[in-house]
């Protein structure tokens, strides 16, 4: 074996063993908050306990909406991002310790790049993470209005507002897991003695939604104020409804701008070859 296969090896084994530290823990908090919510119903203390909303922290907050649910999620993301980032460096190096267009830069120049690898496998998880949350709250945001039809139906058919957040819940778990879930929390709140605006709003914090932060207060307020809960509930379910197209016809209004801008790159750039290159062809044969 060369002198210089022998440190390649040993780099690739390194980055390769750093990916498979790395995805293995995001792997195993996903199957424990499986195993976890399989075995036992979600487990309200969170919700009880704390008398504000923001007792969560946020890492933990973030990794629940992504689905790492477990409790040592956590820990696994920070030994999962060090994993990465340990992974990203060893890959830099075996590409510059076998490249030789990278093997011959300055020494300065090769400890940049092997720094530059460790950053962006520092920055992976994070971003596995954030694209997971988005996810989620899209999610959360498409089944809200269908979550509140049938929480009006409810309550139209003479449910009590726990009985319809409850009922809501046990209904939505095939279509909208996630919303469905954050539904079952918040009745478990309710059944164990919590303030009905603490869960609510417990609820929007947890899910991150400003709808439901929005739908909480609305609640609490026709609570008190004595207004009809059903026709709050219709009012505001039809608002989202209509917030929902107005979004969509910005995306479509949007659209027109982008093909606009598609067209004149790929269009004009050929038309002006096709119309430009007689004249210069000519220009040229009169100077022969």
């Not at 340990?86 to 830099?92: E, P, V």
């Not at 989620?136 to 039809?149: K, M, N, V």
């Amino acid at each position: 074996m060369t002198p210089v296969a022998s440190p390649a090896l040993l780099l690739f084994l390194a980055f390769a063993a750093g990916l498979v530290l790395a995805a293995a823990g995001l792997i195993l908090a996903a199957r424990g908050t499986a195993a976890a919510q399989a075995a036992r119903p979600p487990r309200p203390e969170p919700l009880i306990s704390a008398p504000q909303p923001e007792t969560l922290s946020e890492l933990r907050r973030q990794l629940i909406q992504a689905g790492f649910g477990h409790p040592a999620a956590p820990q696994v993301f920070v030994l999962a991002k060090l994993a990465a980032a340990l992974a990203g460096a060893a890959l830099a190096a075996l590409a510059v310790a076998l490249l030789p267009l990278l093997s011959g830069l300055a020494a300065p120049l090769r400890l940049a790049l092997v720094f530059l690898g460790f950053l962006v496998g520092y920055l992976v998880p994070t971003l596995v993470v954030d694209r997971r949350r988005a996810a989620y709250r899209r999610r959360i945001e498409l089944g809200l209005p269908d979550a509140l039809d049938l929480m009006l139906i409810c309550v139209e058919a003479g449910q009590s507002l726990d009985q319809s957040v409850q009922r809501t819940a046990r209904e939505l778990a095939p279509i909208h897991p996630d919303l469905a879930l954050a539904f079952a929390r918040a009745t478990e709140a309710l059944a164990a003695g919590a303030d009905r605006e603490q869960a609510f709003l417990r609820m929007a914090q947890d899910t991150d939604n400003e709808d439901l932060r929005s739908f909480a207060a609305l609640v609490v307020q026709s609570a008190t104020l004595g207004t009809p809960v059903a026709q709050t509930l219709r009012v505001y379910a039809a608002d989202l409804r209509d917030r929902r197209i107005r979004r969509i016809e910005e995306r479509a209004n949007v659209l027109p701008t982008k093909m606009t801008l598609g067209t004149m790159i790929f269009t004009v750039p050929p038309l002006l070859i096709l119309l430009i290159t007689p004249a210069v062809i000519r220009i040229l044969d009169s100077f022969k």
